[in-house]
């Protein structure tokens, strides 16, 4: 009898971990502007990346002024790994389809050491084919721009906007980036092309 209770004990302690381990790795992340707010001014120095911006490696500028009203897919990112340069590609290939409609975007390395962002940019663009999507670091590398709210545990946070205004927000914890959710921020870029 002890031992079945033992066991049953054991069994809900089991199941109550797993429980917080997936609440904690599917618990929703806020970061970075919201629907319908507006994208302020920031400073950030580009790295690599589309060629075709007119704007040279090296310099600092507001990329997101440079913008202007055009649709803009705004990335933050703290991992540059295999799943982020699969939606970077997708997303390079969509501004290609879209030019028409001015779609563009950036992404914003995010880190400690700017010096290490910088060369690791480089060689993540060349690894992945990367043409139209620039590479910036932001003054602040380790969490961006403070009123851009950007939170430290997002590991990914994607702001698509449109004339300033925010229209999609896409925020992932570590490890969540999956198919469906690359999906659905090439669907929230697309459709601001509409």
Same mark, same amino acid.
């Given at each position: 009898m002890r031992a079945a209770w033992i066991s049953m004990v054991a069994a809900i302690g089991i199941i109550a971990a797993a429980t917080v381990m997936t609440g904690t790795a599917s618990a929703e992340v806020t970061s970075g502007y919201q629907v319908g707010e507006s994208v302020?001014?920031?400073?950030v120095t580009k790295v690599t990346g589309n060629p075709l911006d007119g704007v040279p490696d090296g310099k600092t500028l507001c990329y997101r002024c440079k913008m202007g009203s055009r649709p803009v897919v705004m990335v933050f990112?703290?991992?540059?790994?295999?799943?982020?340069? %699969?939606?970077? %590609? %997708?997303?390079d290939e969509e501004i290609e389809e879209h030019a028409s409609a001015k779609?563009?975007?950036?992404?914003?390395?995010?880190?400690?050491?700017?010096?290490?962002?910088?060369?690791?940019?480089?060689?993540f663009v060349?690894?992945?084919?990367?043409?139209?999507?620039?590479?910036?670091?932001?003054?602040?590398?380790?969490?961006?721009?403070?009123?851009?709210?950007?939170?430290?545990?997002?590991?990914?946070?994607?702001?698509?906007? %449109?004339?300033?205004?925010?229209?999609?927000n896409h925020a992932l914890a570590k490890g969540q980036l999956s198919e469906e959710k690359i999906d659905a921020i090439v669907e929230a870029a697309c459709a601001m092309t509409e």
């Amino acid at each position: 009898m002890r031992a079945a209770w033992i066991s049953m004990v054991a069994a809900i302690g089991i199941i109550a971990a797993a429980t917080v381990m997936t609440g904690t790795a599917s618990a929703e992340v806020t970061s970075g502007y919201q629907v319908g707010e507006s994208v302020g001014a920031m400073t950030v120095t580009k790295v690599t990346g589309n060629p075709l911006d007119g704007v040279p490696d090296g310099k600092t500028l507001c990329y997101r002024c440079k913008m202007g009203s055009r649709p803009v897919v705004m990335v933050f990112a703290r991992t540059a790994d295999e799943k982020l340069g %699969k939606l970077l %590609k %997708k997303l390079d290939e969509e501004i290609e389809e879209h030019a028409s409609a001015k779609l563009t975007g950036f992404v914003n390395m995010l880190g400690t050491d700017p010096d290490a962002i910088k060369k690791d940019a480089a060689e993540f663009v060349k690894l992945h084919g990367i043409e139209r999507i620039a590479f910036v670091v932001p003054e602040d590398s380790a969490n961006g721009p403070a009123d851009y709210k950007i939170a430290p545990d997002a590991d990914l946070t994607v702001v698509c906007f %449109k004339g300033g205004k925010v229209q999609a927000n896409h925020a992932l914890a570590k490890g969540q980036l999956s198919e469906e959710k690359i999906d659905a921020i090439v669907e929230a870029a697309c459709a601001m092309t509409e």
